[in-house]
């Protein structure tokens, strides 16, 4: 389907002057860009549609382009979201879906999900553009035989573009992710006591134990959920992990520290992680898949253990 992501909102063009209850005709089209306000971004939902007058027989269609982004993995493995902009040149069944009437509000039950058109643009035959509006059924949704002929359309993609990068490709090779949350932090919030930390159930070997870093950004700190972004990831030897493994279970209770840390690391094991801080707190928490959690202190040795 291509109804997912909106990419920007309309802009302010110039274009000829909408009589009342008409869309207004707008100059030869160039771009999604130069189309939308917001187009370093998508959208949110398909607020823009609201309000738009429906297509009548005052503008002659024959093409249409849609604007979506959707992520995209690069050739190096990173991943990007990236915008593209696509062209139909049979766009019969959109007009006639285009031209149907608002079903009258029924009153009754409706399903709950929520259909988001993409941004799209019809085209006549001088190359001028309009945003109709969309006709609604009798639950003030999107009518099916527009979202069935949006999503029958034969898309030709014309650009692309990267408008955010999602994964970056040394993320990608170490098999971490861009973005994890710091959830010592999280699980600290509860003052989290109890046993002595242990190595998650599940992790009976041989699983390779795979560590990534984040750095925790200064605007991250002390929020509810910091977001860590990603520094470097690698593989623990075997060696490795039994050192680690011994500081993890001989790891001390933690005290009361408010502190929050600037990176952190997991290590991914099995069915769960095991978080350390690598500064601030110094924390150690133990995250089994069932989820519960257990915060314990960790020693110099074993930060020195996970240090880069």
Same mark, same amino acid.
């Given at each position: 389907?291509?109804?997912?992501?909106?990419?920007?909102?309309?802009?302010?063009?110039?274009?000829?002057?909408?009589?009342?209850?008409?869309?207004?005709?707008?100059?030869?089209?160039?771009?999604?860009?130069?189309?939308?306000?917001?187009?370093?971004?998508?959208?949110?939902?398909?607020? #823009?549609?609201?309000?738009?007058?429906?297509?009548?027989?005052?503008?002659?269609?024959?093409?249409?382009?849609?604007?979506?982004?959707?992520?995209?993995?690069?050739? #190096?493995?990173? $991943?990007?979201?990236?915008?593209?902009?696509?062209?139909?040149?049979?766009?019969?069944?959109?007009?006639?879906?285009?031209?149907?009437?608002?079903?009258?509000?029924?009153?009754?039950?409706?399903?709950?999900?929520?259909?988001?058109?993409?941004?799209?643009?019809?085209?006549?035959?001088?190359?001028?553009?309009?945003?109709?509006?969309?006709?609604?059924?009798?639950?003030?949704?999107?009518?099916?035989?527009?979202?069935?002929?949006?999503?029958?359309?034969?898309?030709?993609? *014309?650009?692309?573009?990267?408008?955010?990068?999602?994964?970056?490709?040394?993320?990608?090779?170490?098999?971490? &992710?861009?973005?994890?949350?710091?959830?010592?932090?999280?699980?600290?919030?509860?003052?989290?006591?109890?046993?002595?930390?242990?190595?998650?159930?599940?992790? #009976?070997?041989?699983?390779?134990?795979?560590?990534?870093?984040?750095?925790?950004?200064?605007?991250?700190?002390?929020?509810?959920?910091?977001?860590?972004?990603?520094?470097?990831?690698?593989?623990?030897? $075997?060696?490795?992990?039994?050192?680690?493994?011994?500081?993890? $279970?001989?790891?001390?209770?933690?005290?009361?520290?408010?502190?929050?840390?600037?990176?952190?690391?997991?290590?991914?094991?099995?069915?769960?992680?095991?978080? *350390?801080?690598? #500064?601030?707190?110094?924390?150690?928490?133990?995250?089994?898949?069932?989820?519960?959690? &257990?915060?314990?202190?960790?020693?110099?040795?074993?930060?020195?253990?996970?240090?880069?």
């Amino acid at each position: 389907m291509i109804a997912t992501v909106l990419v920007g909102a309309v802009a302010g063009c110039a274009g000829q002057a909408a009589e009342p209850g008409k869309p207004a005709i707008e100059p030869a089209w160039t771009s999604c860009a130069a189309a939308g306000a917001a187009s370093s971004g998508p959208a949110s939902g398909g607020g #823009d549609l609201a309000g738009l007058p429906p297509l009548d027989d005052s503008f002659q269609p024959v093409a249409a382009v849609v604007c979506n982004s959707a992520p995209l993995r690069r050739a #190096d493995g990173g $991943e990007d979201l990236t915008a593209t902009e696509s062209r139909a040149d049979d766009v019969t069944a959109l007009v006639a879906a285009l031209r149907l009437p608002d079903e009258p509000l029924s009153g009754g039950a409706c399903t709950l999900e929520l259909y988001l058109p993409p941004f799209f643009a019809l085209l006549d035959a001088q190359g001028r553009w309009v945003r109709p509006g969309v006709p609604h059924d009798s639950c003030g949704k999107v009518r099916s035989e527009v979202r069935e002929a949006l999503g029958g359309l034969r898309l030709t993609p *014309v650009s692309s573009r990267p408008i955010l990068q999602i994964e970056s490709s040394e993320a990608a090779a170490a098999g971490c &992710t861009q973005q994890w949350a710091d959830m010592v932090w999280v699980s600290g919030q509860w003052g989290i006591k109890g046993e002595p930390a242990v190595v998650p159930a599940g992790f #009976d070997g041989p699983v390779r134990v795979r560590l990534c870093a984040y750095r925790v950004p200064a605007d991250q700190q002390r929020t509810g959920k910091p977001a860590g972004e990603f520094a470097s990831g690698r593989y623990l030897s $075997e060696q490795q992990w039994a050192a680690v493994r011994k500081e993890v $279970e001989a790891a001390a209770p933690a005290p009361a520290c408010t502190s929050p840390a600037s990176g952190f690391v997991v290590l991914h094991l099995g069915s769960g992680q095991l978080y *350390v801080e690598r #500064d601030g707190c110094h924390r150690l928490l133990a995250q089994a898949a069932d989820g519960h959690d &257990t915060i314990r202190q960790a020693s110099p040795k074993l930060l020195a253990l996970l240090a880069d």
